[in-house]
């Protein structure tokens, strides 16, 4: 089945303790990107990747890492989490965002206390 | 920079109405737009993706159009079903095709 996987589902952690949140995608897609999803301001990228070891900032990159070392994967680092960060996190995929739809995972829920 | 706004913010319609969403966009070059559904607790569905060079594009009793030049879409659904339940999100693409912008979406529920 082509799925966009995400994990954790759910982490409760906090401040300043390092976490790694995991995305990967079975379909062979080049775009891959990371979305957080606040109440009121609604869905903004945070950064995304066109394609192996190429990776961009999206609108709202600081205090966030990604990496691109293979075309499954894309997972976001946070070094130093800060309460800030509590959000619902998405991630997305598709074979070219400039011509086919993105496929999301089902989220990241994430609580920095 | 890209601003995108949906209204109304939420709806609620009985079973059967023929209904339209709204999304304004603020910047005409677009290199696409798409529309996703979101239910509660899930990520987003792709419904309708409408190239910046199409005037509409249709799936089912979904219909979505795109007038670039004014900076708006809609999204029409025809004979709503209480499974038509979720929220709406309408998505700009840059020009550059690489970042989405995404509207606040549209709750919209269909009473039985």
């Known amino acids: 089945e082509a799925q966009v996987t995400q994990n954790p589902r759910y982490l409760i952690t906090v401040t300043g303790k390092k976490l790694t949140v995991t995305c990967s995608q079975n379909m062979n897609h080049e775009y891959m990107s990371w979305y957080r999803q606040d109440p009121g301001l609604g869905l903004r990228q945070i950064y995304y990747?066109?394609?192996?070891?190429?990776?961009d900032k999206g609108d709202v990159p600081e205090g966030y890492k990604v990496s691109r070392k293979e075309k499954r994967n894309f997972p976001l680092i946070l070094e130093s989490p800060s309460p800030n960060q509590t959000s619902l996190y998405f991630c997305?995929?598709?074979?070219?965002?400039?011509?086919?739809?993105?496929?999301f995972g089902d989220g990241t829920r994430l609580s920095i206390l | 920079k890209q601003e995108v706004t949906q209204i109304p913010a939420a709806l609620s319609v009985p079973e059967g109405e023929n209904l339209v969403l709204n999304c304004s966009f603020t910047?005409?070059?677009?290199?696409?737009l798409q529309w996703f559904r979101q239910d509660p607790g899930k990520g987003l569905t792709s419904l309708l993706l409408?190239?910046?060079?199409?005037r509409e594009q249709t799936s089912g009793r979904l219909n979505a159009s795109l007038d670039k030049s004014s900076g708006r879409s809609t999204l029409y659904i025809a004979a709503s079903q209480p499974g038509d339940s979720a929220t709406y999100l309408c998505?700009?693409?840059?020009?550059?095709?690489?970042?989405?912008?995404f509207g606040g979406g549209t709750r919209l529920m269909v009473k039985p």
């Open positions: 409408i190239q910046s060079s199409q």
């Open positions: 910047d005409s070059a677009i290199y696409n």
């Open positions: 998505a700009v693409g840059n020009n550059a095709g690489n970042m989405l912008t």
């Open positions: 997305a995929s598709s074979l070219k965002l400039s011509r086919q739809p993105q496929h």
């Open positions: 990747s066109m394609n192996v070891e190429v990776t």
